[in-house]
């Protein structure tokens, strides 16, 4: 889906893509609408000064958007190169994607999860913890993070107040539902962990200030891994060249079924 003033826009103006799971928000100096000779359709030419072949626009980009009908244009040295925009350099390189199935076995999917970000989980663990007078045990699912954050994953095996006598003893708990959609349990996940996470984080597509440039937001999450790796969740799937965008900024990508 493609909004637009329509027309000549004023400078300052944009544009915005949306599409399951990711919206692209256009901003240039100029945009002008134009009718494609072939067939009619509407092109809409963004054109943006740069300071150097530094700040154009990565080419994966500027073909999605030409995908869209928006066509990138970006002067330098005083010159409007009119030939196929964005930065050289996009090659053939495809990068692996950790994909994930609906979490119909949950407990299968939170495994996977910790695995792909680098943290530990030890499913069946005893714990102890004091209940109605007297010291029980149980048996829960660790997650850890290991670096000092750790989480305990109930499925629905703990009730009435034993969660509230695991969280007074320090234990940090997330309860699993029935049905939960992937992206539901990682939202649960990196809460009960208390990880530093950006929700539907943005990542800019020039190496330049946000004035006329390309904003890109997911939908999902970014947070760091075990290892301090930038990861971005996304909760549904995304289009190839995106994927190749975030990877080359040393992404790791981690795409939700549902």
Known sequence: VLASGGGAAEAGEGLTVSVPGMEIQVTAKWIETVADASDGSERHICITPIQSEAERTPAAIVRYLDQHNIVLKEITGGKLDLSEGGAKGEGQQRFPVEE??????QQAFISQFAQ???FTYSPNVTISFPYAGIQ???????????KGSELLID???LYGD???SIKKTG???VQIEVGDPAADIVSKVLKGLKLQARTNPHFFAANRTAAY????????FECASGDNQKVVIATTGLPARIVSFLKTKGLKVIILGG
Do not use: H
């Open 136 to 146: 029980v045990k149980a048996m829960s699912n660790l997650l850890s993070t290991g």
């Open 155 to 157: 499925y629905g095996d």
């Open 171 to 173: 234990l940090r708990i």
């Open 100 to 105: 994930f199935l609906a979490a119909g076995d």
């Open 162 to 164: 034993a969660i509230t």
């Open 116 to 118: 792909s970000m680098g």
């Open 213 to 220: 440039n390309t904003t890109i937001t997911i939908k999902g």
